[in-house]
């Protein structure tokens, strides 16, 4: 099993450019979420899903959004990138009850 | 808000047991007490969760005091890529909706050092 991939693992943006970072799993689990890290600090939630065709707000969920159409992919959008989009972005899933989540490595992106 | 507190840090000689304290004096019953753990620039891994119960795996020990306002998490023979931050989360179990989201508090950072 790949676990969870994230792709790619890093990537320069202009202010106003959109993009989509890609999340996927391969562990059929139903949970699945976006966070973000910014430098010295902890993981803040973005977006997340239950399961497929259901997606809901995090803490910070402005200037993103997200989609679920299959279980194995949770994509997230930028709209229009912003400098203080700046940060390290994770994605994880989860099969639900009495499990841990399973992190993907990261997606490192800067905006400029 | 995180229902946890835990030290900034806290530092190990290697080889040594490393003992992280967490205080979670508020959460409910239904509330399990998971651990998460971040190595440098890499994703949060999980490592253990309990309710009341002491818990250990290949990974860690989770001792739960028995009026669940606090726990230990024990690694037994710490090593220099223990090196990590330390994360304690209360999530409630069976969860569903926005009940199953790890909320991230700053953690402990644990120094192993030789």
């Known amino acids: 099993n790949a676990g969870v991939t994230q792709t790619p693992k890093f990537q320069v943006l202009k202010t106003g450019q959109s993009m989509t970072l890609q999340c996927a799993q391969d562990?059929?689990?139903?949970?699945m979420s976006w966070y973000r890290q910014d430098p010295g600090m902890g993981l803040r939630l973005i977006h997340y899903?239950?399961?497929?065709?259901?997606?809901d707000q995090g803490e910070v969920p402005n200037g993103y959004n997200v989609s679920r159409s299959t279980t194995e992919d949770f994509p997230l959008r930028l709209l229009s990138a912003a400098p203080s989009q700046t940060s390290v972005y994770f994605c994880?899933?989860?099969?639900?009850?009495?499990?841990?989540?399973?992190f993907g490595s990261g997606t490192r992106l800067t905006v400029v | 808000d995180a229902k946890t507190t835990q030290p900034p840090s806290m530092d190990c000689a290697e080889g040594r047991a490393a003992n992280l304290p967490c205080n979670h004096s508020?959460?409910?019953?239904?509330?399990?007490v998971y651990w998460y753990r971040q190595i440098h620039s890499q994703g949060p891994q999980y490592i253990i969760h309990?309710?009341?119960n002491n818990e250990t795996n290949e990974m860690a020990s989770l001792i739960i005091t028995e009026d669940r306002k606090s726990s230990t998490l024990i690694l037994p023979h710490a090593t220099l890529r223990d090196t990590a931050v330390y994360y304690c989360i209360a999530l409630p179990l069976p969860y569903g909706g926005s009940q199953g989201n790890l909320i991230f508090g700053k953690g402990t950072k644990l120094s192993v050092k030789p």
């Open positions: 508020t959460i409910s019953g239904n509330e399990y």
């Open positions: 899903s239950v399961g497929a065709g259901i997606t």
């Open positions: 309990g309710l009341k």
């Open positions: 994880a899933s989860s099969y639900g009850f009495a499990y841990g989540y399973t």
């Open positions: 562990m059929n689990h139903e949970y």
